[in-house]
């Protein structure tokens, strides 16, 4: 499965952005991860595309929301009250496993700049 992430950009803190990560079949469980500069790459949200169920790290819960359309098998990453701490390159990445470690994932996208300016 091939995934092309889109909807970054440079936006204030405080505003919305929403990702998006187009998937080229079906999938069984899709993730989100960040990587800041100088930082290791960290897991952000999942969800299990059939059940719809969802995690999130802690420094996003109650301000992003993952969700699938399974028609079009892409998932997306609405992000709201964005902080400058969420600046980060955020991937998708799909695998067979609802899970927060990166190694159960086995395709990645190829990323998307997310910039918060305060």
């Known amino acids: 499965v091939q995934l092309q992430a889109s909807g970054g950009g440079l936006v204030q803190a405080g505003g919305s952005l929403r990702l998006s990560c187009a998937a080229s079949?079906?999938?069984?469980?899709m993730g989100w991860f960040r990587q800041a500069p100088g930082k290791e790459r960290e897991f952000v949200a999942v969800?299990?595309?059939?059940?719809?169920?969802?995690d999130y790290a802690d420094a996003v819960k109650g301000r992003f929301t993952v969700s699938r359309d399974n028609v079009d098998d892409t998932v997306y990453l609405q992000m709201s009250s964005l902080k400058p701490e969420d600046t980060a390159v955020y991937y998708c990445?799909?695998?067979?496993?609802?899970?927060?470690?990166?190694?159960?994932?086995?395709?990645w996208g190829q990323g998307t700049q997310v910039t918060v300016s305060s």
């Open positions: 079949g079906r999938t069984s469980n």
């Open positions: 969800i299990n595309t059939a059940f719809g169920s969802k």
């Open positions: 990445a799909t695998g067979r496993f609802f899970a927060r470690r990166q190694s159960v994932f086995d395709s």
